[in-house]
Structures are given as structure tokens and as C-alpha cells.
């Protein structure tokens, strides 16, 4: 079945019509699958002012009962995972486990933020003033944006919302124009759980089709709070300040260029594993994908030798062959990155239209030029290093900071590299890869990634607002800091 078939089949059991005049491409072989209509800079204000009376009604909503709505989102998502899944590997071209490892991830989120929805908790604050008390409350913020990029197109939308849905805010999503159709495919799901939940406002949940243009309407619309973005560098850079430029918030997670440590007491093995997965799954198109392998002078022969042999033995084609591991780049765009990037990138001919490579080993012998820069492909650079300063100083010596990790069985590099003289990044592992968060930790990077989290641990706050309040509960009124204000009547 091609993947025009395949696609047409998934959007009528999951409910979704195609139709409109922004086309969308499989990456498997090239051809269009379907198409959906690009929305009007109307259509956006309209849609924020929609969501901003719907925030009006949810807000008042108690969360617990806000988080009965996620559950049956998450009800919605594991009757549907496998067609979804599908739908993820056909628009974004992502290997059939790991198609279904994204919708499992929104299950996942799903299932921490019900949890969460009891769990919103302030702080009381001794009062330095007798009979009086202080705390501090978490209350809802207002809009959500959401814009999304293709190589997650539903996962990142789901860390998002499910969290914005808990915390009493309403959400406006911009997916990928790469990647419309999986969007479409979970708002119908939404539509099933908000019927089954009964009296959500409407306009609760949004999706805007579209490129860049609706990205920016939603950005400079003063009733958007927040705009959670994940993309490119470049693109954090011109959104960011858009948004600064109205006292706005961001949440960005951009570029990311990756390192991993080898130090001589690793069980080379097992880096192995992580490397490979790191480095090619996602055929390297993940921010959080392996780019720099930083790896002991003593051992970096034998390691060298026995990755180049591991990535001759990838199984690159068609995701949705069992047998394969890496599937396509999501376009030709990303293909002429790669080949800027790597002259010498061996094509694969696995399916007729689609642009299929082979994972890349370059061995350099110092951290400069097009290294320092993020290529959205499965390119791997070599570096080595003699004392574990160097080391240290090759991790961070980027302008990016997302996810780093070291593999090492002495305990001292290990603490060290995740002290605060270690690691940079926002992610730091030991004995496992940079890639492949659970939905559990606050996810996001430092420096020019943007410094947003998503996500677990406290990440909530972001989709909330802080209030300090102070109670006196007694019959004077005594002022902090001891000062006196005190008129005879």
C-alpha cells in the first residue's frame, strides 16, 4: 500500500477530512498525502479571542475535575496509538517503535499531569509580623500557544497541553507545515474526550494550520501568555523578542549539538548501543540526537573502528519495515544540509522519492567550523582528548546547551561531570545517551537552546502565575521592617 493509501485509510478511522490548499508530503517516498486549509490572520485573532473567553470559564474550573479531562485524552490516545503511530511514521517518517514510542509518550504525560492536577501546591511563608500569615498561591495564566516541529509532531504538543489543561489554561496549537495531518489526527481525538467530558468551554483547544505568518500572529497577540515554541535557533531568535517586545512569555527549546564523553574505564559496549541509537535514531533528526563523540585517546582507535563496522550494518529504508532503523530526512531541504554539511554523505536507495542516508562517522581533530553549528542530520564528529579537562572544555565549548552525557565507571568523573564544573547542558547523563527523556524530568537546555522546560519535575509553573499574599488576622496593623507611620487621631 503506498503511503497516500495508507494515509487516506488512518484519516478516515480516526475521523479527520483532508482538503485544502497546503499540501503535505510523506518523507517515505516524496508524494503528497494529503492537504488541509492554512489559517487567516482573522482566523487567529478570532481564535484568541475565542480561547480568551473559554480561559474566563476554565479557569473557575477546579483542577481536579480540569484533570479529568487529560484522563480521557489519555483514554483517547491509547485506544487510537496505533493509528496514530502510523500516521507519525508516514508525515514524519519516524521507524514504526518509534512512532509508537511518541504517542506513549503522550499517554505518559497525560497520566503525570492527572496527578498532577492535585498537586499544584504554594508555600506558607513565616511572617516576620505577629498574628499574621503569609503564602503563596499558583493561579492560572491565560493563553497558551503551542508551536510545534516535525521530528515530535504530537508528542511536544502533548507535554504542553497537558500540563496548560491542569494548571486552567486554554491552548492554540501551530503544528509543523511538515507535519499538519498528525495534528488534525489528534484534535479529532480531542473532540472524543471533550464530548465525553461534557461542559468544557469551547474553544478550549485550538489547532491553526499554517507556516510562519500564523506563528507570528499568535506571537504579537498581547492575550496570548505564553508561547511555547520548539525550533531552530533561528527561528527562537526572531520569536523571541516578538514576544519580549509585549512583556509576553517564551518557553523555547531550540538547537541543540550534543556530546558525549568516552572516558577509558567505559564499558564500550555499552556505549555502543547508546551511541548508535544517540547518534542515528530519528535518522539524527531529534534536538537532543548525539553530534559530538568526545572519546579518550587510549581507547578511540578501536572505538572508531568498531562504530564505522556497527553503522555499515544500520538497516536504513522504509519506517515501515520492521527490519529498519534509520528512515528518511523529512525533505530535500535537509538532505542539502547534510551534503553542506558532509560532502562525502553516502545516499541509500531504499524508496524511490524519498531522500535516505547513511549515518556519517567524521573524525576531526579540532572543534571548529561547520561542527559548531546544528545540522538536523545523522552526522557524527570524532573528537579525542587526553586529560578529562579537556574533555569538560570540548562539551561546553558550543553555543548551544541542551543534552550532554559521559560514560565512565569512575565515580569522580562521573560526579564531576554533573557537578557544577561539569556539564553546561540542561540534560547530563551517566552511562546512557543524550537522547531518549522520560516525560518525568523538566526537559529543555541552556544558552542559545533557549532555557525553557517542559514537561515533569516543576515545569507547571510555567503555565501559571505566582501570587504572594499576605493575612492579618489580628487588630493592628504592624509594618515590616520595622517601620513606624503612625498619626495621632
Not at 530519528?282 to 582507535?301: F, K, M, Y
Amino acid at each position: 500500500m503506498s503511503p497516500a493509501e495508507e494515509t487516506a485509510k488512518i484519516l478516515r478511522q480516526l475521523g479527520v477530512n483532508s482538503g485544502g490548499g497546503m499540501p503535505c508530503c510523506s518523507p517515505i517516498d516524496g508524494s503528497r498525502i494529503g492537504s488541509v486549509t492554512e489559517a487567516s490572520p482573522v482566523e487567529v485573532g478570532a481564535a484568541c479571542a475565542a480561547a480568551q473567553a473559554a480561559f474566563l470559564a476554565w479557569r473557575a474550573v477546579p483542577a481536579p475535575r480540569r484533570g479529568e479531562l487529560v484522563r480521557l485524552l489519555g483514554e483517547e490516545l491509547r485506544s487510537a496509538k496505533e493509528p496514530l503511530a502510523r500516521l507519525v511514521t508516514l508525515e514524519a517518517g519516524k521507524i514504526v517503535s518509534e512512532g509508537l514510542g511518541e504517542v506513549q509518550e503522550m499517554i505518559d504525560i497525560c497520566d503525570y499531569a492527572v496527578g498532577l492536577s492535585r498537586q499544584l501546591y504554594g508555600l506558607v511563608i513565616a511572617s516576620e509580623r505577629p498574628e499574621h500569615r503569609m503564602i503563596e498561591q499558583w493561579h492560572p495564566l491565560g493563553l497558551v500557544a503551542v508551536i510545534s516541529a516535525f521530528n515530535f509532531p504530537v508528542a511536544v504538543w502533548a507535554w504542553n497541553a497537558a500540563l496548560a489543561l491542569v494548571c486552567g489554561d486554554p491552548v492554540i496549537w501551530k503544528p509543523s507545515e511538515k507535519t499538519p495531518l498528525t495534528a488534525a489526527a489528534v484534535m479529532a481525538l480531542v473532540g472524543r474526550a471533550l464530548a465525553r467530558f461534557g461542559d468544557a468551554p469551547h474553544a478550549l483547544l485550538q489547532l491553526l494550520q499554517g507556516g510562519r505568518a500564523v506563528g507570528a500572529a499568535l506571537a504579537d497577540d498581547p492575550r496570548i501568555k505564553l508561547v511555547s515554541a520548539t525550533g531552530s535557533t533561528r527561528m527562537g531568535r526572531e520569536l523571541g523578542p516578538l514576544v519580549a517586545a509585549r512583556f509576553g512569555r517564551t518557553l523555547l527549546e531550540l538547537g541543540g549539538n550534543n556530546a558525549m564523553i568516552v572516558a577509558p574505564s567505559a564499558d564500550l559496549a555499552l556505549a555502543e548501543r547508546a551511541i548508535l541509537f544517540s547518534a542515528a535514531g530519528t535518522a539524527g533528526q531529534r534536538c537532543t540526537s548525539l553530534r559530538r563523540l568526545i572519546v579518550h585517546d587510549s581507547i578511540a582507535d578501536a572505538l572508531v573502528s568498531r562504530l564505522r563496522a556497527l553503522i555499515a550494518k544500520i538497516p536504513v529504508g522504509d519506517p515501515r519495515d520492521s527490519v529498519t532503523l534509520v528512515g528518511p530526512l523529512i525533505d530535500a531541504d535537509a538532505y542539502d544540509a547534510m551534503a553542506r554539511a558532509c560532502p562525502d554523505v553516502e545516499r541509500v536507495d531504499a524508496v524511490d522519492g524519498g531522500h535516505y542516508v547513511r549515518p556519517a562517522l567524521v573524525e576531526v581533530s579540532a572543534q571548529a567550523g561547520i561542527m559548531l553549528e546544528e545540522t538536523f542530520a545523522p552526522i557524527l564528529y570524532v573528537l579525542r582528548y587526553s586529560t578529562f579537562d579537556q574533555a569538560i572544555a570540548l562539551n561546553n565549548d558550543v553555543k548551544q546547551g541542551l543534552s550532554s552525557s559521559i560514560f565512565t565507571n569512575d565515580l569522580r568523573e562521573a560526579e564531576r561531570f554533573l557537578s557544577a564544573a561539569g556539564s553546561d547542558c540542561g540534560i547530563a547523563n551517566v552511562n546512557i545517551g543524550p537522547s531518549g527523556a522520560e516525560i518525568g524530568g523538566a526537559f529543555g537546555g541552556e544558552k542559545e537552546t533557549g532555557g525553557g522546560r517542559e514537561s515533569g519535575s516543576d515545569s507547571w509553573r510555567a503555565y501559571m502565575r505566582r501570587s504572594t499574599n499576605t493575612i492579618n488576622y489580628g487588630s493592628t496593623l504592624p509594618l515590616a521592617q520595622g517601620v513606624k507611620f503612625d498619626l495621632d487621631a
